[in-house]
């Protein structure tokens, strides 16, 4: 899919929690011996998926020296929302001032609710509707105690500023979206965590559906794997995005630096977005940056960025390294206690 | 939780929106009906977001409301552009807070109406990330 | 403008009575303070409260206590300003009977803590503050003074030890006292080994919930036989907000209200025999004997800790043990001071009698610091 006007990223903003529980931590707590990321960030007690959004909102504006004012829409992409009904980007625009000419709305799809925001944003800056829209993917996961998504359900976020391609940081190329429905995790109201498939997650979802947006967008560019100095995929643990990156052709110089799974865990909303933040905060002018995003129900979106010299300017303030590097490990009870699960 | 009242400090408490007076120029947070000089004219003013802790205390026991954040850390700083300001400060043991600390803004939560009620959201500051 | 006197004087034991109302609390301070008169007569009331729509979900208690005493139809009234209630009720009663308005006029204050939960108190004791910039932070009362605690140790460098030693002061002045809440010694061990309760300040330098009532009965005094007089009776005010303040460590309004106290009295601090301060907290007590004159701005810990408020010191403070031992239930505090004043003059205090005493002050404080009364009475 291509934009009838060029469209670039004028700003981006992440943000990661301070606190982390390691794997180990729950290992301990239940007798396992399971790593499949080595540690996760988790919120503090006064955050949530709103504060997060918030966060990296508000990087995003003040890198891309954007007047708030002009921004005309911001999707919050999440499952983890504080309000079932309210919208979390009403808050998130009236903080960063885009209020009251601005578009809101929340999303909802899996793990790939960000990366839908932001092709939304796409669409509305590529159709001239809007000359400034902002994508959020953000998150504050669930992980059921004694569950596999224990070690990984995370929180963290990535805001992403959309604009005129020839003023911005990195232009899309092009995109693509890729989505049946195929039922491998989910959660039902009033529930507090979700279900999954378990093995069914891997093959004939992440996998199938990765594979397929990444393969139709390969073939609609034209581009081989090769030209891209840089790829980005959903980070559910440390093992599938490597695996998936292999299965396309992708080394694992090209996703190292975007591959923040290990150390902050699966941010659901945000995890893609969270790549691409880490990987853009390193990349020069010209590098092309490969993205997949995989959302259970299912479906991904893949898009190619071409990053450009303002890139230099506009990468200000704390990088995705920065929060990674301010951390705080909490042992298992503070970890219940962060996640609202102590009933006091 | 009156929603009016959460609402109406909505831009001041999530922008850090205060006010100046337009005749002498003194800063105001919150705003006042009345500048110290006699004026009642007042234009919007942004605060700095950038600060140093004055001086700090440890809340144990705390008012309802707030109960399940102790203990948290409240503070009086001193933004960069001279103004004095009341906050939590979050992201930090109680140990480890110091005072001339820097600090910048946070967004975070601050209390909440019980299990169905409004969430409440605004400033708080936090040690300066780099 | 008249002189006034006090003709009377009343109050309950400070403490948790649990079958008790706020009704008969008031009653029975007031009724003591109409007794201790030898006086029935009465044309108007107020009635000093701080919480009692928090606590008690109660207001319209000026009408509500007129009935209490037995006296429906009498004018009255309920008057609050913050912690600093029962010294501005007195303020008022004082205007009152200066004015001519009326002869005699009954000043009571209530106010019953135990009814609720700590939080729940805690909550209604920051309802002085700014509620959308102040107690918005979450912080208490306790926590607006320990973040001047703080400021005044690293300003002047006072050890929190020297600053805890108020707390003991105020119960060493307590032992015997009957109608005291904790009437016991504290040492400055135990002050600095408590709990921490909003860091640096630690539970027993605090004052706690406490119910009590108190009452003075005021008249003219060329009227009132053996009264002691009012001298001086002030009011001020300061930002509400510490933020808003420039130098938080000066309270201006407790400067103002003393300043002005002692130039309508004719008096400096050196001729006060008695005072009483407010000592919700052992810093309050400190800044407080600094802005009333007796201590220089950061040597009012040291002046404590050696020992020169003590009955036999410099300047005589709490004597009956103050907020810390003797009870600060918020709203009567104030009376409390002034009856306490009244019993000191007349040289009816017993062990506690600070001997030959002629000159008391009495000094009531809001939050830490907004709004500040101060009163000096002199035997006649």
């Known amino acids: 899919m291509k934009t009838l006007i060029r469209v670039g990223i004028a700003g981006y903003g992440a943000y990661v929690p301070m606190y982390r529980l390691k794997a180990a931590e729950v290992n301990r707590m239940w007798g396992t011996s399971g790593e499949p990321v080595e540690e996760k960030a988790v919120v503090a007690l006064d955050e949530d998926t709103i504060t997060i959004a918030v966060e990296c909102a508000r990087q995003a504006v003040k890198r891309s020296g954007v ?48 990366t839908e925001a932001m092709q939304t944003c796409i669409g509305l800056v590529g159709s001239g ?78 996998f199938k559906h990765i594979t397929g947006a990444g393969k139709a967008l390969l073939a609609e560019t034209g581009y081989k794997p090769a030209d891209f100095k840089w790829a980005v995929f959903h980070q559910p643990n440390a093992k599938f995005p490597i695996n998936v990156a292999k299965m396309l052709g992708f080394s694992m110089d090209q996703i190292n630096p975007g591959l923040v799974s290990p150390v902050v865990g699966n941010t ?25 995003s995989y959302g259970s129900g299912s479906g991904s979106d893949a898009f190619v960025w071409k990053v450009r010299e303002p890139i230099k300017q506009r990468r200000g303030g704390p990088k995705v390294k920065s929060y990674i590097e301010r951390r705080k490990y909490v042992d298992y009870a503070t970890y219940l206690r962060h996640r609202g699960q102590i009933i006091a | 939780m009156s929603v009016p ?61 707030y109960e399940r954040f102790t203990p948290y850390v409240v503070a009086l700083i001193e933004l960069d552009d001279g103004v004095q300001i009341l906050s939590q400060v979050v992201d930090v043991e109680p140990e480890a807070v110091k005072v001339g600390m820097k600090v910048e803004y946070a967004f975070r939560k601050v209390t909440e109406d019980g299990q169905a009620g409004l969430l409440q959201y605004g400033y708080k500051f936090r040690p300066v990330v780099d | 403008m008249r002189k006034v006197a006090v003709a009377g004087i009343g109050f309950t034991k400070v403490g948790e009575p649990w079958e008790r109302n706020v009704k008969e609390l008031f009653a029975e301070a007031a009724l003591g303070a109409l007794k201790d008169a030898a006086h029935t007569e009465v044309e108007h009331l107020y009635v000093a409260n701080m919480m009692g ?81 102040t107690a918005y932070t979450g912080v208490t009362k306790t926590g607006l003074s320990a973040i001047l605690h703080r400021l005044y140790s690293h300003e002047y460098g006072a050890s929190p030890e020297e600053i805890g030693w108020f707390a003991a002061r105020s119960h060493d002045n307590a032992v015997g006292v009957t109608h005291a809440q904790y009437p016991f010694k504290l040492s400055i061990e135990r002050v600095m080994t408590s709990p921490m ?26 009227k009132v036989a053996n009264g002691i007089e009012v001298a001086a009776s002030t009011v001020a ?10 130098n938080p460590l000066t309270l201006i309004a ?110 009531s404080m809001a939050g830490v610091g907004s709004t500040c009364s101060v009163a000096i009475l002199r035997r006649v």
Request: proline share 6%.
């Open chain 3, 254 to 363: 407790v400067k103002k209200a003393a300043d002005k106290a002692y130039e309508i009295a004719k008096t400096k601090p050196k001729d006060i025999d008695v005072l009483e301060v407010t000592d919700d907290t052992t810093i309050d007590g400190v800044l407080s004997l600094e802005d009333l004159g007796f201590a220089e701005k950061g040597k009012g810990a040291k002046m404590v800790a050696q020992g020169h408020t003590t009955r036999t010191g410099e300047i005589p403070t709490n004597n009956f043990g103050g907020l810390k031992a003797r009870g600060n239930p918020i709203g009567a505090t104030g009376l409390y001071q002034i009856a306490e004043t009244v019993m000191q003059l007349r040289g009816e205090a017993g062990a506690n009698q600070v001997p030959d005493a002629k000159i008391g002050m009495a000094q």
């Open chain 2, 5 to 65: 009242r959460y609402w109406r400090e909505e831009k001041p408490r999530y922008r850090l929106m205060g006010e100046e007076c337009a005749k002498c120029g003194a800063k105001y947070y919150p705003k006042t009906p009345v500048c110290a000089c006699g004026s009642t004219e007042f234009k919007p003013y942004k605060l700095a977001e950038m600060g140093k802790l004055k001086s700090w205390t440890v809340i144990r026991n705390a008012p309802v409301g």
């Open chain 1, 67 to 114: 007047n708030p004012a002009l921004i005309g829409a911001v999707y919050v992409g999440t499952e983890s929302k504080p309000y079932a009904v309210k919208p979390s980007g009403t808050i998130v625009a009236e903080v960063i001032g885009a209020t009251p000419s601005v578009s809101t709305a929340d999303y909802e799809f899996a793990c790939k609710a960000g």
């Open chain 3, 197 to 222: 309760e909003a860091d640096p300040i630690r539970m027993m330098e605090c004052a706690a919930v406490a119910d009590g009532a108190a009452a003075v009965l005021l008249g003219p005094a060329d």
């Open chain 1, 129 to 206: 509707m809007q000359k400034y829209a902002m994508g959020i993917g953000a998150d504050t996961a669930q992980g059921k105690p004694m569950d596999a998504l224990e070690y990984t359900a995370a929180c963290g976020g990535a805001a992403y500023l959309f604009g005129p391609a020839e003023e911005s940081v990195a232009e899309l190329e092009a995109s693509y979206s890729f989505v049946t429905d195929t039922p491998d995790f989910w959660r039902r109201p009033k529930e507090m965590y979700p279900r999954h498939g378990n093995r069914f997650t891997g093959e004939p979802a992440y």
């Open chain 3, 53 to 133: 729509a928090h606590l008690q979900g109660q207001i319209g208690m000026g009408a509500m206590m007129a009935e209490a005493i037995g006296r429906p139809g009498l004018p009255a009234v309920r008057i609050e300003a913050g912690q600093a209630s029962g010294g501005v009720a007195f303020h008022e009663g004082v205007k009152a009977v200066a004015s001519g308005m009326s002869d005699w006029v009954l000043v009571g204050g209530v106010e019953k803590m135990s009814d609720l939960l700590p939080e729940a108190v805690a909550t209604a004791l920051v309802g002085a503050e700014d509620q959308e910039y």
């Open chain 3, 237 to 246: 005010t300061d930002h509400l907000s510490l933020a808003a303040r420039k």
């Open chain 1, 268 to 292: 659901y909303a945000g995890s893609s977005p969270l790549g691409l933040a880490a990987t853009l905060d390193i990349a020069e002018p010209g590098d092309k940056i490969f993205m997949v």
